[in-house]
C-alpha cells in the first residue's frame, strides 16, 4: 500500500516573494548635478523620478510628461514647455526664471521654498497647486483655469490673473503687491491674515471673495457685482470700492480709512462694531444695515440712504444728518459720549420702565445686570 503524504494547507497570509514585493512602490531614478539645454534636451517622458541641482536652461519642449517627479535645488532659466503635462511633481528650492508654460495640464503641483521670476502661463489648467513660503515677482496667468489653489507665506508682486477662471484660491499669511485681476471669474477665494496692497480687481458678477483679518492698502475694486463680499476684522486704507454691489457683505468688526464707497451699494450688510473714518459715501445705499455699535468719524454722507439702517449704541460726529434722519439711532453717541437720542415716546417709555423695575439679575451677582431691554424690542 503506497503512502500519500498529506500536503499542509497553505497559509493565505504567506505569498511567494514576487508576490509580496509587488505592492512596494519602486525605488525613484535619481539625477544629480547635471546640465539640460538644447544640445542635451530631457528626452522622453519622465516618471518616479528624483532631479536634485540639476540646470535646464534655454530649452524649447514639446509635450513633456512629468509624473512622480521631485526637483531639489534645481534652476529653470529660459524655458517653454508647450504641451503636456506635470502630475504629482514637488519643487523644493528651485529658481524658476523666465519659464513659459502653454496648453499644459498640472495637477497636485507642490512647491516649497522656491523663487519665481517672469512665470507666464497661457491656456493651461492647473489644480492642486500648493505654493509654501515661497516668493515671486510677475507671475502671469491668461486664459487659465485654475483650481483649488493654497498659498501660506508667499510673498508675490504682480500676480495677475486675467480671463479666466480661480476656484477654491486660499491665502494665509500672504503678501500680494500690484497684482491685477482682470475678467476673472472668483469662485471661492478666501485670504487670511494676509496683506494686499496696490492691487485691482476687474471680476465677473459672482458671489464675493472673503478677506478675514487681512490688510487692504490702495486696492480697486470699482464697479465690482459682488454679493456676500466679506471683510470681516480687516483694515482697509485708501481703497476706492465705488459704484459696487456689495449687497449683503460682511463689514463686521473691519476699519476702513480714507476709502470711497461712492454709489456702493450696502444693503442689508453686516457691519456691528464697523469703523469708518475719513470715508467718502456720497449716494451710497445702506438700506437695512445692521451697524450697532458702529463708529462714523468725518464721513461725506451726501445724498447716501440709511432707510432703516441700525445704528443703534453707534458712535457719530454727525448724529443729526439729514441723511440719518430714516435710521434707528437710539443709544447713539456723540464722541464725546453724550447720547444723541431721537424722540421717539414709546422706546423712551419702555426704557423707562426697565429703569424702574430692573427685571432679572441684579447687582451683586456674579454676572453683570441686564442692559437697557429697549434692544429686544427694535
Known amino acids: 500500500m503506497t503512502d500519500n503524504p498529506q500536503i499542509p494547507p497553505q497559509d493565505p497570509m504567506c505569498k511567494p516573494p514576487d508576490a509580496a514585493l509587488a505592492g512596494v512602490p519602486e525605488s525613484p531614478t535619481v539625477l544629480s548635478g547635471q546640465h539640460f539645454s538644447p544640445l542635451n534636451p530631457p528626452a522622453g517622458a519622465w516618471r518616479n523620478m528624483h532631479v536634485t541641482d540639476c540646470q535646464f536652461s534655454g530649452l524649447s519642449l514639446q509635450g513633456w510628461q512629468l509624473e512622480g517627479?521631485?526637483?531639489?535645488?534645481?534652476?529653470?532659466?529660459?524655458?517653454?514647455?508647450?504641451?503636456?503635462?506635470?502630475?504629482?511633481?514637488?519643487?523644493?528650492?528651485?529658481?524658476?526664471?523666465?519659464?513659459?508654460?502653454?496648453?499644459?495640464?498640472?495637477?497636485?503641483?507642490?512647491s516649497h521654498q522656491s523663487r519665481w521670476e517672469n512665470l507666464q502661463l497661457t491656456q493651461s489648467r492647473l489644480s492642486h497647486v500648493t505654493l509654501q513660503q515661497d516668493r515671486g515677482q510677475l507671475l502671469c496667468a491668461e486664459q487659465c483655469h485654475?483650481?483649488?489653489?493654497?498659498?501660506?507665506?508667499?510673498?508675490?508682486?504682480?500676480?495677475?490673473?486675467?480671463?479666466?477662471?480661480?476656484?477654491?484660491?486660499?491665502?494665509?499669511?500672504?503678501?500680494?503687491?500690484?497684482?491685477?485681476?482682470?475678467?476673472?471669474?472668483?469662485?471661492?477665494?478666501?485670504?487670511?491674515?494676509?496683506?494686499?496692497?496696490?492691487?485691482?480687481?476687474?471680476?465677473?458678477?459672482?458671489?464675493g471673495p472673503v478677506w478675514f483679518k487681512c490688510q487692504l492698502e490702495a486696492c480697486v475694486l470699482r464697479q465690482q457685482t459682488l454679493p456676500g463680499i466679506s471683510f470681516h476684522q480687516s483694515r482697509l486704507t485708501g481703497c476706492d470700492l465705488s459704484a459696487s454691489d456689495f449687497s449683503g457683505g460682511i463689514f463686521s468688526a473691519a476699519c476702513l480709512t480714507h476709502c470711497l464707497l461712492n454709489d456702493t451699494g450696502l444693503q442689508a450688510v453686516q457691519g456691528a462694531d464697523l469703523q469708518l473714518a475719513q470715508c467718502q459715501l456720497r449716494g451710497a445705499r445702506l438700506t437695512a444695515a445692521h451697524l450697532q455699535r458702529a463708529a462714523l468719524s468725518h464721513c461725506t454722507l451726501a445724498t447716501s440712504d440709511w432707510t432703516r439702517a441700525d445704528l443703534r449704541d453707534a458712535c457719530l460726529d454727525r448724529p443729526d444728518a439729514a441723511e440719518l434722519a430714516t435710521a434707528r439711532l437710539y443709544g447713539s453717541h456723540l464722541p464725546e459720549g453724550e447720547p444723541a437720542r431721537p424722540d421717539d415716546p414709546l422706546l423712551q417709555a419702555i426704557d423707562r420702565w426697565y429703569a424702574q423695575f430692573q427685571p432679572g439679575p441684579h447687582a451683586g451677582l456674579s454676572f453683570p445686570s441686564l442692559p437697557s431691554g429697549v434692544s429686544r424690542y427694535v
Open 146 to 207: 485654475t483650481a483649488h489653489w493654497t498659498l501660506i507665506e508667499v510673498t508675490l508682486s504682480q500676480l495677475r490673473l486675467l480671463n479666466g477662471q480661480a476656484e477654491d484660491w486660499n491665502f494665509s499669511d500672504c503678501t500680494l503687491e500690484h497684482g491685477h485681476f482682470q475678467a476673472l471669474a472668483l469662485i471661492r477665494w478666501v485670504a487670511a491674515s494676509s496683506r494686499f496692497a496696490h492691487c485691482r480687481f476687474s471680476l465677473l458678477p459672482g458671489r
Open 69 to 110: 517627479v521631485r526637483f531639489e535645488r534645481c534652476q529653470f532659466t529660459d524655458v517653454r514647455v508647450s504641451g503636456g503635462s506635470f502630475d504629482r511633481c514637488d519643487l523644493f528650492q528651485c529658481r524658476l526664471n523666465n519659464v513659459s508654460l502653454h496648453q499644459l495640464e498640472v495637477s497636485h503641483l507642490y
